[in-house]
């Protein structure tokens, strides 16, 4: 049979290159927002390929070896990348995940084939998910993959995050949209995603304004005063800096409420069809407090991410 060029070989052929759209039906203007629509990923998020970067490369210098295990703590995205990941490379997957953690997430987890084991929380409450209990989700994570000889994954210091969503995610949103826009919004976990897609547009125009998203009373990258540890945002925003931030690469910081979280997400899924998490809808949210803050021309157009499925929740 000859080999066809559109043929994927796996799962792992399926991740990037997804759709840019333009959001007109939730607002109109003055200026647009375009969005990555990364819910449209196999494992249901702009994690996959985060996941993908990392296991291709500790594959490639011998970290991860063949039927090695793969150990991770997740907030359920991430653990949903690799899951996809491991099944296509052969590797069996163990993620801890704070108990706080949307139900439906570790589901989808098991469903893939990983084994799920929850961790109680520290000070957080379902659905709200703080650093402490991050923490303490990681540290069993570190401690599994000593015990079973398994590749401890550690996202929060995988320098191959950044690169892939440079080469990857900020590029394709240069060629999609055929120009730099003249911003672009992100919420904050790793801060991978902001930083990368951040360098590339900085990289084609040096005046693109990159906002980073934090919930109001968790707005540790503006240096303010963590009040609020809990909000609805999962997956991000956990009271304290990434450890590979570069403050160079935000230009400013947008607070979004949990009341505005909620609206934006049924706003995105009843006017555009689009069922999307917490993370995505705060997204959008500042995306539009950014052009409607005067702050960019009125024709702006400002590029964000739609994080991940609402099927997760």
């Given at each position: 049979?000859?080999?066809?060029?559109?043929?994927?070989?796996?799962?792992?052929d399926?991740?990037?290159?997804t759709?840019?759209?333009?959001?007109?039906?939730?607002?109109?203007?003055?200026?647009?927002?375009?969005?990555?629509?990364?819910?449209?990923?196999?494992?249901?998020?702009?994690?996959?390929?985060?996941a993908?970067?990392?296991?291709?490369?500790?594959?490639?210098?011998?970290?991860?070896?063949?039927?090695?295990?793969?150990?991770?703590?997740?907030?359920?995205?991430?653990?949903?990348?690799?899951?996809?990941?491991?099944?296509?490379?052969?590797?069996?997957?163990?993620?801890?995940?704070?108990?706080?953690?949307?139900p439906?997430?570790?589901?989808?987890?098991?469903?893939?084939?990983?084994?799920?084991?929850?961790?109680d929380?520290?000070?957080?409450?379902?659905?709200?998910?703080?650093?402490?209990?991050?923490?303490?989700?990681?540290?069993m994570?570190?401690?599994?993959?000593?015990?079973?000889?398994?590749?401890?994954?550690?996202?929060?210091?995988?320098?191959?995050?950044?690169?892939?969503?440079?080469?990857g995610?900020?590029?394709?949103?240069?060629?999609?949209l055929?120009?730099?826009?003249?911003?672009?919004?992100?919420?904050?976990?790793?801060?991978?995603?902001?930083?990368g897609?951040?360098?590339?547009?900085?990289?084609a125009?040096?005046?693109?304004?990159?906002?980073?998203?934090?919930?109001?009373g968790?707005?540790?990258?503006?240096?303010?005063?963590?009040?609020k540890?809990?909000?609805?945002?999962?997956g991000?925003?956990?009271?304290?800096?990434?450890?590979?931030?570069?403050?160079?690469?935000?230009?400013?910081?947008?607070?979004?409420?949990?009341?505005?979280?909620?609206?934006?997400?049924?706003?995105?899924?009843?006017?555009?069809?689009?069922?999307?998490?917490?993370?995505?809808?705060?997204?959008?949210?500042?995306?539009?407090?950014?052009?409607?803050?005067?702050?960019?021309?009125?024709?702006?157009?400002?590029?964000t991410?739609?994080?991940?499925?609402?099927?997760?929740?």
């Open positions: 049979m000859p080999a066809s060029s559109s043929l994927a070989s796996s799962s792992l399926l991740i990037g290159r759709p840019l759209i333009a959001l007109s039906r939730i607002y109109s203007g003055p200026g647009r927002v375009v969005a990555k629509a990364e819910f449209l990923q196999p494992g249901g998020s702009i994690k996959d390929r985060a993908k970067a990392i296991l291709q490369a500790a594959l490639g210098d011998g970290r991860l070896r063949p039927g090695m295990p793969v150990v991770e703590m997740t907030s359920g995205n991430m653990g949903a990348g690799l899951a996809v990941a491991c099944a296509a490379l052969g590797h069996p997957l163990v993620v801890t995940m704070s108990a706080g953690n949307s439906a997430r570790a589901r989808m987890l098991e469903g893939l084939g990983a084994e799920v084991i929850l961790v929380q520290v000070d957080g409450a379902p659905g709200q998910v703080t650093g402490a209990d991050v923490q303490a989700a990681a540290r994570a570190q401690d599994l993959a000593a015990e079973r000889g398994g590749f401890y994954v550690n996202q929060f210091h995988a320098v191959e995050c950044i690169r892939a969503h440079e080469q995610t900020g590029k394709e949103i240069l060629e999609q055929g120009y730099a826009p003249q911003a672009w919004t992100a919420a904050v976990g790793t801060g991978c995603t902001f930083m897609v951040a360098r590339a547009l900085k990289a125009r040096p005046d693109t304004v990159c906002a980073a998203v934090e919930p109001e968790c707005q540790a990258l503006a240096g303010a005063p963590v009040t540890a809990r909000h609805l945002i999962q991000t925003s956990y009271g304290a800096v990434p450890p590979h931030w570069d403050p160079s690469l935000m230009d400013i910081s947008l607070a979004v409420k949990d009341e505005e979280v909620e609206l934006w997400r049924h706003k995105l899924a009843v006017q555009e069809g689009l069922y999307v998490g917490y993370s995505a809808a705060a997204n959008v949210c500042a995306a539009v407090k950014l052009l409607q803050s005067g702050r960019l021309p009125p024709d702006a157009t400002v590029a991410v739609l994080c991940d499925t609402g099927l997760k929740y």
